[in-house]
């Protein structure tokens, strides 16, 4: 089975650094989309970056700028890389994957989810 690692998560002052990691393993032939979602108390479950297989990206408006989604295909894993961070990214973030696993046959995998919270 499709199992995700999420790393990384801490508490961080503002302004702070911080890289989250997501490996996938399991039965995966490739990996064609990995999504960074986050979720804060109260609010609902929000998506924050995106990357394809060929290496498209794509921000929300509030990380612009600020948080770097990248991979590494060989490792299947997905990074973000998160500066200036600011109290308000403060969120469970969760790793999602697109996988393909065999010739027709793909799904949608979840991490567990891993805590950033940011303040003095």
């Known amino acids: 089975q499709v199992q995700l690692v999420e790393s990384g998560g801490d508490l961080v002052q503002p302004g702070g650094s911080l890289r989250l990691s997501c490996a996938a393993s399991g039965r995966i032939f490739s990996i064609n989309a990995m999504t960074w979602y986050r979720q804060a108390p109260g609010k609902e479950r929000e998506l924050v970056a995106t990357?394809?297989?060929?290496?498209?990206?794509s921000y929300a408006d509030s990380v612009k700028g600020r948080f770097t989604i990248s991979r590494d295909n060989a490792k299947n894993t997905v990074y973000l890389q998160m500066n200036s961070l600011k109290p308000e990214d403060t969120a469970v973030y969760y790793c999602n994957a697109n996988v393909q696993m065999t010739v027709g046959r793909r799904g949608a995998y979840w991490g567990q989810g891993t805590q950033v919270t940011v303040s003095s």
């Open positions: 990357i394809t297989s060929v290496g498209s990206t």
